[in-house]
């Protein structure tokens, strides 16, 4: 049993889009929205992607990125709340953090598919050589 899990949890790394779809699917049929659903899907995806794409730059090309990852969300966090109190003059707290979050996800998302394009590149040409 606890195989299974494993399996489903290290495929789910490799391939955060599944999760992002299976959410998306379930969130639609619940919701009937599909904008609903799109931010439901991005915010787990999103959690799954701070782990994903750690993973994937270090089995590609041996860097260890987790604290460079937790420093860049921070830089962006406090980028983004300076711009928020400087248009609005005030901070609402739950907008804020959902705006960051799904910038969050364009950026994991970006870099995910980054790497995913390099790593194929860098095993063609060990394989062509």
Same mark, same amino acid.
């Given at each position: 049993?606890?195989?299974?899990i494993q399996s489903?949890?290290?495929?789910l790394?490799?391939?955060?889009?599944?999760?992002f779809?299976?959410?998306f699917?379930?969130?639609?049929?619940?919701t009937?929205k599909?904008?609903?659903?799109?931010?439901?899907?991005?915010?787990?995806?999103?959690f799954?992607l701070?782990?994903?794409?750690?993973?994937?730059?270090?089995? &590609? +090309?041996q860097?260890e $990125?987790?604290?460079?990852?937790?420093?860049?969300? @921070?830089?962006?966090s %406090?980028? !983004?709340?300076?711009l928020d109190w400087?248009?609005?003059n005030?901070i609402?707290?739950l907008?804020?953090?959902?705006?960051?979050w799904?910038? &969050? +996800?364009?950026?994991? $998302?970006?870099?995910?598919?980054?790497?995913?394009? @390099?790593?194929?590149? %860098?095993? !063609?040409v060990?394989?062509l050589?």
């Open positions: 049993m606890s195989n299974i489903v949890i290290s495929f790394l490799v391939f955060p889009i599944v999760m779809l299976i959410v699917i379930i969130s639609r049929k619940g009937g599909s904008s609903i659903a799109f931010g439901h899907a991005a915010d787990v995806t999103t799954l701070f782990f994903t794409v750690p993973i994937a730059i270090q089995s &590609l +090309f860097i $990125t987790r604290g460079s990852l937790v420093a860049m969300a @921070l830089i962006i %406090v980028i !983004l709340t300076f400087k248009s609005k005030e609402e707290l907008p804020l953090i959902k705006k960051i799904r910038f &969050l +996800f364009l950026v994991l $998302t970006l870099t995910y598919f980054a790497v995913w394009c @390099l790593g194929l590149i %860098v095993r !063609l060990k394989y050589n």
